[in-house]
C-alpha cells in the first residue's frame, strides 16, 4: 500500500511518515511500507530484551530456591515409594512387582506437579498436601497395577495388596515432605526472600509491616510498586514506592527479588496484567491477594490473615508451537518448489517492467518484539527517499506498472515471505507484522496492539481473512489478532489457509 526503497536492508529502524500518524479506531497501516532512515524519528519498538538493558539474571537465579524446594519434594516422594514398597515386602505384607513400582512413580510425579505439590507455598506443611498425596498417588497406583494386569495377567496386582501400597506410599511420603518443608521454613526464616509489593501504597504498607513482624513467612518487602495516578500518602513511607517499569526492574536485579504479592487480582485490575506480565518475565513467583474480592479464586494460603493464592504463568505451549511449526515447514516447503516457476514469472515481469531490483527488504517486528527482514517483489519504485518516507499509500498510484499492480490484486508479491517461513522469521498464519515506527504508534494508541506479539507473524491471519487488509481499522485487526492468539488451534490455521487460497481467485489483493 505504500511506495518502495530500492533496498532498505541495514538502513535505520525509523521512518518519519507525514500522513501515518494514528488519530482514531480506523486509521490504518500500510502493509508494505518501508523503512527510510530519519535524524529525528523516535525509536522503534524494543524487543521484550533489550540489548542495552542488563539480563535479569540475579532475579531469575533467586527464583531457583522455590524450584529446589519443589525438586526436593520429589525426589522425598519417589524415595517415599520406593521405601514403602520395601518395607511390605520385607515385611512379607505386599510383594509389588517392580515394573509397577517403576510406573507408578512418574505417574506420581506427573499428577503430583500438576496439582500443585512441588510448589509450596509460605509456611506451607506435610499435612495439606495430605488429600492431594492420597488422590493422585492412589491414581498413579491404580493406573501402574492396570497396566501390569493387562501385560501379566496371571499375577495381578489385588486391590487390597493396593491399598496397602498406596497407604504405606503416602504415609512415607508425609513424612519425608514434612523433613524437606521444616528445613524449608527454617531457611527462609534465616534468610527471608526478597519480595515486592505491588498494589495501593497504603494496604502495601500495612502488609509490608505484618511482614516484618512475622518472619516465619520467609517474605522481607523491599519495596511497593504504586497504581497508575496514585497520590503521595504523605510522609516518609516504610519502603520506597516504584513507580516506573525501569523501577522495578533495577530493583528486581539489584535486591535479588524472588516474589512479588500483587494486592490485587489481575483479572479485576487490568492496569496491573502488564506489571504481573514483566515481574513473571523476571523470573518472580507471583502471589495474589484475594480473600475479600468478589468473585476471585479462593486462597490457598494466607499472610498472617491476608488469603492469597499462587498466581501461576499461563500453561506451556510449546506442544502447539511446535505443531504450528511442523504445519509451516510441511506446507513451506513444497510450495516453494511448486511455486518456484510463478515465482521466476512474477520477477522477470518485475524487472522488465520496473528495472532492477526485484526483491525490496524492510524491516519488521516479529514474535516477541524481535525484528527481521521481510521479503516481497518490488511493484513501486518511489521517486526519492523523501516520497519513500511519507507517502502513506500507493493503491492507486497512476505510476504502478501493470505488472506491480496485478502481483498485489493476487497478492503474488508476497510469495517470498515463504522463504521468511522456512527462516523461522514468519509463519504461514499470524498476526501481520509491522514496521518498528508504527508498531511503537499503535502500541500506544490502541490496547492490546503489542499483544499481537505473542505469536509468530504471518502471511496471512484471522484478521486478513475477514477482510481487514490495506486501508482497514487498525483497532479491528488487533482485536481480531488478538482473538486468533487466545482461541489458536492447529485447525484453525488449516482453516484460515484454506480461506486465504480460495481468495486468491477472487483476485481480492491489496
Known sequence: MTTESADAAGRGPVMAAQHATPAGPTTTAADEATVAPGPSAPAAFPPPRSAARPAPGAGRSASRGRGRVGRALGVADCLAGAAAVIALALTGTVATPPAVLALALPLALMLGSRAGLYRPGPLAAAA???????????????????????????????????????????????????????????????????TLLVGGQAAGQRLAAALHEHPEYGLRPVGLVGEPGEADGGGTPALPVLSTPEDVTRAVIQNAVRDAVLLRDPEHAPHLADMAALLTAEGCTLWVISGGTPGAAPPDTHLWGHGC???????????????????????????????????????????????????FRQERIGQDGRPFTLLKFRTLRPADAYESATLWSVAH?????????????????????????????????????????????FSQAFPGYGERHRMPVGITGLAQVHGLRGDTSIEDRARFDNHYITSWTLWRDVRILVRTATSLFRHGGS
Open 309 to 359: 493464592r499462587r498466581l501461576d504463568p499461563p500453561p506451556s505451549r510449546l506442544p502447539g508451537a511446535v505443531a504450528k511449526r511442523l504445519l509451516d515447514v510441511a506446507l513451506a516447503v513444497p510450495a516453494l518448489v511448486l511455486a518456484a516457476p510463478v515465482l521466476l514469472a512474477c520477477a522477470t515481469a518485475v524487472r522488465l517492467s520496473d528495472g532492477p531490483g526485484v526483491i
Open 128 to 194: 495439606d498436601a495430605l488429600p492431594n498425596l492420597l488422590a493422585r498417588f492412589g491414581a498413579a497406583w491404580g493406573l501402574a497395577a492396570a497396566a501390569w494386569a493387562g501385560l501379566s495377567p496371571r499375577q495381578p496386582l489385588e486391590l487390597g495388596d493396593l491399598l496397602a501400597v498406596v497407604a504405606a506410599h503416602v504415609l512415607a511420603a508425609t513424612a519425608a515432605r514434612g523433613l524437606v518443608l521444616a528445613l524449608w521454613r527454617r531457611r527462609a526464616r534465616c534468610r527471608p526472600r526478597s
Open 397 to 441: 498510484d497512476r505510476r504502478m506498472s501493470a505488472a506491480g499492480r496485478l502481483l498485489r490484486r493476487t497478492s503474488l508479491d508476497e510469495l517470498p515471505q515463504l522463504w521468511n517461513v522456512l527462516r523461522g522469521d514468519m509463519s504461514l498464519v499470524g498476526p501481520r507484522p509491522e514496521r518498528p515506527y508504527f508498531v511503537a504508534k
